[in-house]
């Protein structure tokens, strides 16, 4: 592999698709040069690793936080809030599974459904905010003004916030705990996200009091009042953490989902066409968008025991890197990989949200968003461009893929749905 870039370099992570080609094409499993980490990013070998739970751990908290809670002023200002507990994403069975059966009851296709209207309403107001903005061919950052919000304002209103007001000091919080992911914050900025958590604790913690007292018809209700036979239900710093993952899992997805999707409909006028002819096609095409896109790149796995993925060896106490994105393009699964096509039979099956025990958990609300966003942007959006001189940047990130901005020109449709 000496002859392909490091698979962490920046240049390789703000464009990733000749790498991806490349590793098919030579070795889907292979070492990375000088780090414990074994990179996994074939469809086949992908699937099997996602599958063996007993040997490779999700029990990766400790690399995400880095130093968590190491420096002495964090943590006073952390002990003035509630524990952090490792519930979902970085928990193994049986651990994991007590929540997944409680957070899953929340997450029903009829709380889902639920939602949809609300959804709806959103995007129509965003939207019809943002052609405002951009009326007489003004430029607008697609990012900024639906792309960002849409998300938030979603998990704001099913978490007892006001949809319109809060969005900004959710946002806030989101950002807060996403920095703290990223490991590489100065120390005022640690101080500042570790009173963010606490503030966004206590106001939690209002609200979970508020939904035990009196239940209402939304997401956090079904989360406080979750219960399945012979399981403990969830205690408020449990409720609290659930939360802290469905801001951080939940928003910046399926923003980089939306504003990835609009770019690939203003590259593809061909593919745009498709789905203007037929809106019928809007729900694989939203699959196509996450196949390609596959915002959450790569996660981690711990190797809990020596064995082999692929027939390539791997150390206990060394690490996967589970790259999602990468067996999205494996050609052996996907021909033509590259290739936006919004009638490709199988774009369904991608692994953009993972699979087996861990696989997202808001799947069905995130598809929810995007369905209703793109049939609200295809009815009320005419012309779509770039915005003259537009430069694209992708956020630094080893895990996590997303457009940092979108400048566009949108026109208004000529005759409205
Ligand atoms: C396009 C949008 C999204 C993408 C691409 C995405 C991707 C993923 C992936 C790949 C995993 C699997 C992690 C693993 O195998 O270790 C995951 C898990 C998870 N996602 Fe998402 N996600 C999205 C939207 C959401 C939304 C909207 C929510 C909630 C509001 C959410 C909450 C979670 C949670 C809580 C987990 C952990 C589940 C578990 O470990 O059992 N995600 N997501």
Redesign the pocket.
């Known amino acids: 592999m000496s002859a392909l870039p490091h698979p962490f370099a920046p240049e390789t992570l703000s464009n990733p698709a000749p790498f991806y080609a490349a590793v098919h094409a030579h070795a889907p499993v292979f070492p990375v040069e000088g780090m414990p980490v074994t990179y996994v990013a074939g469809y086949d070998a992908l699937v099997d690793v996602?599958g063996r739970v007993e040997d490779f751990s999700?029990d990766f908290g400790t690399i995400l936080s880095g130093k968590r809670n190491a420096d002495p002023d964090v943590k006073a200002i952390l002990d003035t809030g509630w524990p952090a507990v490792d519930t979902?994403?970085?928990?193994d069975p049986p651990v994991?599974t007590r929540?997944?059966k409680l957070?899953n009851l929340a997450?029903s296709m009829k709380r889902v459904d639920a939602i949809e209207a609300d959804i709806r309403a959103i995007a129509v107001r965003l939207l019809e905010a943002m052609l405002d903005k951009a009326a007489g061919g003004r430029a607008v950052d697609f990012v900024a003004e639906f792309a960002v919000p849409l998300?938030v304002a979603v998990?704001a209103s099913q978490i007892g916030m006001d949809a319109t007001t809060d969005v900004a000091t959710v946002k806030r919080w989101s950002d807060a705990f996403v920095d703290r992911l990223g490991q590489m914050i100065p120390k005022a900025r640690e101080l500042e996200c570790a009173r963010e958590v606490v503030e966004f604790q206590h106001h939690a913690k209002a609200l979970i009091d508020a939904r035990r007292a009196r239940p209402t018809d939304d997401l956090l209700s079904d989360l406080v009042h979750a219960s399945v036979d012979g399981e403990k239900p969830l205690d408020d710093a449990e409720i609290m953490s659930?939360l802290q993952?469905?801001m951080v899992?939940?928003?910046e997805?399926?923003t980089?989902?939306l504003a990835g999707g609009l770019l690939l409909l203003i590259e593809n006028p061909a593919e745009l066409l498709k789905v203007r002819a037929d809106r019928s096609l809007i729900p694989n095409m939203v699959e196509e968008m996450?196949r390609l896109?596959?915002?959450?790149s790569g996660?981690w796995?711990m190797v809990k025991r020596d064995t082999e993925v692929a027939g390539v060896p791997v150390r206990a106490g060394t690490m996967l890197m589970?790259r999602?994105a990468a067996a999205n393009r494996d050609p052996t699964r996907f021909p033509d990989p590259d290739r936006f096509d919004v009638t490709r039979p199988n774009a369904r099956s991608h692994?953009?949200?993972?699979?087996?025990?861990?696989?997202?958990?808001?799947?069905m609300?995130?598809r929810k968003?995007?369905v209703v966003a793109f049939q609200e942007i295809l009815d009320r959006v005419g012309e779509m461009a770039l915005a003259p001189g537009a430069v694209l940047e992708w956020k630094p990130n080893m895990l996590l893929r997303g457009l940092s901005a979108l400048p566009v020109c949108l026109e208004r449709a000529r005759v409205p749905a």
């Open positions: 996602l999700n979902l994403l970085t928990a994991h929540f997944r957070v997450f998300p998990i659930i993952q469905l899992a939940g928003n997805t399926t980089s989902t996450l896109e596959s915002p959450t996660l796995r589970a999602f692994l953009a949200f993972g699979r087996g025990i861990h696989m997202c958990v808001g799947n609300l995130s968003e995007l």
